[in-house]
């Protein structure tokens, strides 16, 4: 079946590092993408989203990458931060009306 | 800011019992959304709803159900809460006019003993 998942169930990095949080999606219908991060005790919250007709999105010190190739999707964090250290969830949905689909996360843990 | 509020943080039940898990949103949201999370799973969809009194079976529904009798509100229904429904419990809400994001609430935490 079709399914969203993560290559690293756990990533640690130093502080000031850059961090890639990579994800797997099988759907090559999927039209659209989003990061989630999740804190301690916290829902998920929306960090960044992408959609199919684009390769790449910026925002503050993340950046979404999309390679339809491959289907491949990858979260890049500049200069890691300890607040970072969280659960991040990647997500797809596939075209039309449908509910997100969500991946099974991966760890982040900041060094200090 | 949109705010999704789940009514109970933290809750033991015992197996058998009956377990209302109750979801608020304040953005007059249309879409209304139920998901469990467990240790390696992820989140799965439980149930959703695109409009009041309409709800659509996800990926997990069984020993589930829900009910939208008004636009804000999703409640998700335990009929005979059991030990392998303790879990993480999170709602979500979205509209059209948000595009394809969802917003959470906070998650409650159910245990069954």
């Known amino acids: 079946g079709e399914s969203v998942g993560l290559h690293l169930p756990t990533l640690s990095v130093q502080e000031g590092d850059n961090s890639i949080i990579n994800c797997a999606y099988s759907?090559?219908?999927?039209?659209?993408f989003i990061w989630y991060k999740q804190e301690s005790g916290k829902g998920p919250q929306f960090i960044i989203d992408?959609?199919?007709?684009?390769d790449k999105r910026q925002g503050q010190r993340v950046t979404v990458l999309l390679n339809k190739t491959v289907k491949h999707l990858s979260l890049q964090i500049a200069a890691t931060q300890p607040g970072d250290s969280a659960v991040y969830f990647c997500?797809?949905?596939?075209?039309?009306?449908?509910?997100?689909?969500f991946g099974k996360g991966t760890r982040l843990s900041v060094i200090a | 800011d949109v705010k999704v509020t789940q009514s109970s943080r933290y809750l033991v039940k015992r197996t058998g019992e009956k377990v209302f898990l109750e979801c608020v949103q304040d953005?007059?949201?249309?879409?209304m959304f139920w998901y469990r999370q467990d240790p390696g799973l992820g989140l799965r969809l439980i149930y959703f709803?695109?409009?009041?009194?309409?709800?659509e079976k996800g990926d997990i529904p069984e020993g589930y159900s829900v009910s939208r009798e008004k636009k804000e509100r999703f409640s998700l229904i335990l009929e005979s809460a059991s030990t392998n429904q303790t879990s993480m419990y999170l709602c979500?809400?979205?509209?059209?006019?948000?595009?394809?994001?969802?917003?959470f609430g906070e998650g409650s935490w159910l245990t069954v003993v």
């Open positions: 992408i959609r199919s007709n684009m």
């Open positions: 979500a809400s979205s509209s059209p006019l948000t595009g394809n994001t969802i917003y």
């Open positions: 953005m007059d949201h249309e879409n």
């Open positions: 709803s695109y409009d009041v009194k309409m709800k």
């Open positions: 759907n090559s219908a999927s039209d659209y």
């Open positions: 997500a797809e949905k596939y075209s039309g009306n449908t509910p997100l689909v």
